[in-house]
């Protein structure tokens, strides 16, 4: 014990004695310390030269060495062009009527007609074949323009939707035979070509093959090879949009003069889509569907309509920025044309009393970013709020003692130290994120803090012994204990969050960082910046100027004699020494303990419990049209779960075991049941083994690459199976009737099916590794699932390890810091105790306000466990260089540090107050979060702390002397300190 007690003469009597000479040297120079304090920050918001901004959520979220970004690396360089998906829905008693089928074409027109930098809808669509050899599309009568390029080396290009892209078609005389009047030039085109290109083929065998094809005697396979591979290469092409208005090929003569037995009879005998020419699958667009006795539909409650635009190799790309949800890439025409849309069907909605909502590929960005920058001037009012309470709290209401501009002085130092922070930050090489939003909350309610600690300290002073002394000997004393105080809460602080950057989190580890920096920058200028204007406002006070114009001289006669060694706060004071009596009875103390258990039980049970999910409809205010559009989603197309992509890499023919083990356990998880993980598979390679089927062969009879790159083709250039050649990535291009070029990657599509479109992480976070294992079991040089959701499903995998890594390092920080500085290791556990009970209670308690363990919440929660640390240890540490009984040093550390806590605690809820009225789910969780830190931070320190050191703190054993520590507590000495037992 003497050990401990010398070293905290020596440490903390040094540290005491250093702010004490600095304090003497501000007030002795305390311009030249403002424009230093100026000069130094200024200088370092410099590096904002350096600014930058990420908004990409795996950037920030996702480790660096996570397979999700090396995967999304190896996407990026191999995938040159990507498609929007973007979806209008329609809900009403009745979609299947008249009135809404117009409505919808009105749209559709819409949409079409719109031009973007000279571009039409086409130009920028999603370009899918026909299924039929002899169609033309009359739109495109250029052959060239309609017909299908050669597959090159740049493709994904097709089938990037949500669901699946045209099925089967069974070629048939009865199909051909509506369609081969019209386009019989074709055929005759493509056999010209061929005669010219062949002289020694039979003219008269090929012209009968010909005629008999014609009239649909003849089969594909029995054409000659060039005509048939003229035929197929010449595929015309239409805009791949999804709706039931392709049962009247979006034909307004048609449609205009439907009536409702029309609608009801086209859908339910449609078995081949007119637009695709392809199998018709109507009824994948409605939901709510109602049938008759016989199972036939007659109507249903809602439709959607899909549209799909590519952006195309080589776009000028744009980042929309925000809050980085935009999960596929963009060009400004594709922005252009979404923007559109949401303006078109935010003017018909509610026409006939239909619902019209839409779901673009940018909406969820930006309908989440406005709801936070919307709502931020709610964040803005709140700190007015605190600046006036803070004003009223420093000093009196009048014009010689009111603390306006030193209160202005005191918020501002945050400000310079935030802009400082974020200079030296980016001089680092860090980026600005979406996280650093809340630092300016992090700068003013630990800045506003050390205020009010220094303050109440000037006001002590004033009550001492020294309130005689000069001015400068005012301000030392006053740095002497204050400083010390915010000394030991900013290392915590700074420790804390330091540590936190060694997370495996980018944005984390970024916004620690710069915490950590802004609250040192905050630190020194508050003992800096702010006690040198705090001197020169004391001198304006003891010249008698005006308040608010300081050139102004007033009678200081017409205030109080005493107004200059006045308190501006001395009510708090005597409710603090009536609270001391509370502390010192043992009823208050057995209900403080029973209060605090009840708690720590409560926190305990809500923090098992508490859900860790990421559910991105939050980010969405209630009344957006996104928010409808997935209200109606959830009631109508309950079942339509995220989609993925299944990419491997070079592919050759030893690869095809593989392939058929990763196809059939990917159907086996896909098949109804209660394990059920996929809703529906969409792959090549079931299809290839149907064409070597009908060509009575196996892939096992397969034995050499160049047969396997034969048969490919043929596959691929096959009529039935054609539109799979989006599938592929080849190193060189695919010629119909020659073999397919070396494979350098391919795609298929997966879409999981569990219990609802948004599972819980006890269902995704095993399907996403169900999938990845049966991937994996393929035994492929390169292979992967991906799908933008992963980057919320695997910040879910983690996120939960990274709050309690930086909860527990924030503990460490505590402990050492306390220990350090403290000097006691009894008050330091129950610092660490007040500190781990609030970070407990505050958890439990948003599981039961319905908040759920994800990326915005734990960043908030990281950032409650620096603020809550203020709570307990100014009291601590005012305990610990108190003089007396331990009952005398609790009633001493409460009436001389107890105001300020309490202030401190309500100006950070005042900036707060306006929140709760928000739409933004950020805000929203803001809000709780640090309601409930202050609720409880308040509690375990001004409660909790003062009950445990009444009856556990040791009692001094030696008598001080009228040195070190002991002069500082007689500066505390208090007019209302009741020191009565």
């Known amino acids: 014990m003497k050990l401990i007690e010398r070293y905290r003469e020596i440490a903390i009597g040094g540290l005491e004695t250093a702010f004490y000479r600095w304090g003497l040297f501000v007030a002795q120079n305390p311009v030249k310390v403002i424009l230093v304090s100026f000069f130094l920050p200024a200088l370092a918001s410099l590096g904002f030269i350096l600014f930058r901004v990420e908004y990409a959520l795996d950037e920030l979220w996702i480790p660096s060495t996570s397979p999700y970004r090396l995967n999304k690396e190896w996407v990026s360089e191999h995938v040159s062009s990507t498609t929007r998906w973007n979806n209008v829905l329609y809900q009403n008693e009745n979609v299947l009527t008249p009135s809404t089928i117009k409505l919808m074409f009105r749209v559709h027109e819409e949409m079409v007609q719109f031009r973007t930098n000279g571009k039409s809808f086409r130009d920028i669509c999603l370009l899918v074949p ?39 078609y069974d070629y048939s005389e009865d199909d051909y035979e509506d369609y081969a009047s019209d386009n019989t030039t074709i055929i005759d085109d493509v056999f010209s070509s061929s005669n010219e290109t062949d002289e020694d083929q039979d003219q008269d065998t090929e012209e009968d093959k010909l005629k008999r094809f014609k009239e649909g005697k003849e ?61 018709a699958d109507f009824e994948q667009y409605l939901g709510g569907i109602k049938r008759n006795e016989s199972g036939a539909i007659i109507s249903a409650e809602a439709t959607w309509v899909q549209y799909f635009n590519r952006v195309p190799e080589g776009a000028d790309l744009v980042v929309q920025g925000g809050i980085g949800l935009e999960f596929e890439k963009s060009d400004i025409d594709s922005l252009n044309w979404e923007e559109h849309l949401i303006k078109v069907t935010g003017q018909l909605d509610g026409v006939n009393g239909t619902n019209v909502v839409s779901h673009t590929s940018r909406s969820f960005n930006d309908i989440s970013f406005e709801a936070v920058y919307f709502d931020i001037y709610k964040m803005g009012l709140g700190y007015i709020i605190m600046f006036f309470y803070t004003v009223f709290m420093l000093g009196r209401i009048n014009w010689l003692e009111s603390r306006l501009y030193l209160s202005g002085v005191g918020i501002f130092s945050c400000i310079l130290g935030l802009g400082a922070a974020f200079g030296i930050s980016f001089l680092l090489g860090f980026e ?19 205020v009010f600690v220094i303050m109440e300290t000037w006001y002590n002073v004033h009550n001492s012994r020294f309130r005689t002394a000069s001015l400068e000997e005012k301000i030392g004393r006053t740095l002497q204990t204050a400083g010390a105080s915010v000394t030991v809460t900013s290392v915590t602080d700074v420790l804390a969050f330091s540590l936190g950057a060694f997370t495996i989190m980018p944005g984390l580890q970024a916004f620690c960082v710069s915490a950590a920096i802004c609250i040192a920058c905050v630190f020194l200028l508050q003992v800096s910046w702010f006690v040198a204007w705090l001197s020169l406002d004391q001198r304006r006070i003891q010249q008698g100027r005006h308040a608010i114009l300081p050139c102004i001289k007033i009678d200081a006669t017409n205030y109080d004699a005493n107004a200059e060694e006045g308190e501006a706060d001395p009510w708090l004071k005597k409710i603090f020494s009536f609270y001391t009596q509370l502390v010192n009875s043992r009823l208050f103390q057995a209900l403080a303990l029973v209060i605090t258990l009840s708690l720590l039980g409560f926190g305990i049970y809500g923090s098992i ?13 209630g009344g957006s049209y996104l928010r409808r559009w997935l209200n109606f989603q959830k009631e109508y197309f309950p079942l339509f779960g995220f989609g993925a992509k299944v990419y491997t890499g070079e592919l050759d023919y030893l690869d095809m075991a593989g392939l058929n083990t990763m196809n059939a356990q990917m159907e086996e998880i896909a098949q109804p049941g209660p394990n059920r993980i996929l809703r529906v598979v969409e ?22 690459q160049n047969d396997f790159q034969t048969e490919l083709s043929d596959f691929l250039y096959s009529v039935d199976y054609a539109r799979y050649q989006h599938n592929f990535k080849f190193d060189g291009q695919l010629v119909c009737g020659e073999p397919a070029p070396k494979i350098l990657a391919t795609r298929d599509r997966i879409w999981y099916g569990m219990s609802s479109s948004l599972p819980p992480p006890s269902e995704y976070l095993p399907a996403i590794s169900r999938v990845d294992d049966i991937v994996d079991s393929g035994n492929f040089t390169q292979a992967f699932a991906i799908s933008p959701i992963y980057q919320a499903w695997e910040t879910d995998a983690i996120i939960a390890t990274e709050l309690g890594r930086n909860l527990s390092l924030a503990l460490l920080a505590v402990a050492l810091v306390s220990l350090v500085f403290l000097a006691n290791f009894l008050i330091c556990m129950l ?91 950020v805000f929203i969780t803001f809000f ?54």
């Open 831 to 921: 610092v660490m105790a007040c500190v781990l009970l609030t970070l407990v209670d505050l958890v439990g308690a948003l599981h039961f306000w319905g908040i759920t363990i994800d990326v915005l919440s734990c960043i908030n929660i990281v950032m409650s466990a620096g603020l809550c640390v203020d709570y307990s240890v100014h009291l601590a540490h005012a305990f610990i260089t108190a003089s007396g009984t331990r009952r005398e040093r609790v009633n001493k550390a409460l009436v001389s540090l107890g105001p300020a806590i309490l202030n401190g605690g309500t100006t950070t809820f005042l900036a707060l107050i306006v929140l709760p009225f928000s739409q933004s789910h």
């Open 432 to 450: 600005y994120n979406q996280t650093h939003h809340m630092l300016p909350f992090i700068a003013i309610g630990i800045g506003i803090d050390d």
């Open 219 to 279: 089969s594909l396979k029995d054409l000659p090879p060039d005509v048939y591979c003229g035929l197929v290469t010449r595929l015309a092409q239409r805009c791949y949009e999804g709706s039931i208005l392709e049962l009247w090929e979006y034909d307004w003569q048609t449609i205009k003069d439907l009536t409702q037995r029309d609608i009801i009879e086209d859908l339910n005998r449609a078995k081949i889509n007119p637009w695709s020419r392809g199998e």
């Open 683 to 704: 792959s090549w390679w079931p299809e290839f083994k149907n064409f070597l089927n009908q060509h009575n062969k196996t892939w096992e009879e397969i034995e050499n």
């Open 130 to 168: 026909v299924q039929d050899l002899f169609f033309i599309d009359p739109e495109r009568i250029d052959s060239s323009a309609t017909t299908l390029s050669p597959l090159s080396t740049t493709l994904f290009q097709v089938d990037d939707s949500d669901d699946g892209i045209w099925g089967d």
């Open 928 to 981: 709780k979060v640090f309601c409930l830190t202050v609720l409880f931070g308040l509690f375990h320190g001004l409660v909790f702390l003062p009950v445990s050191l009444v009856l556990l703190a040791p009692e001094k054993k030696t008598k001080e002397t009228n040195t070190g520590t002991s002069v500082n507590n007689e500066a505390f000495q208090s007019d209302f300190v009741d020191v009565r037992l």
């Open 609 to 621: 419990n508490i859900q860790q999910r990421f559910d991105p409809s939050r980010l969405l205010p």
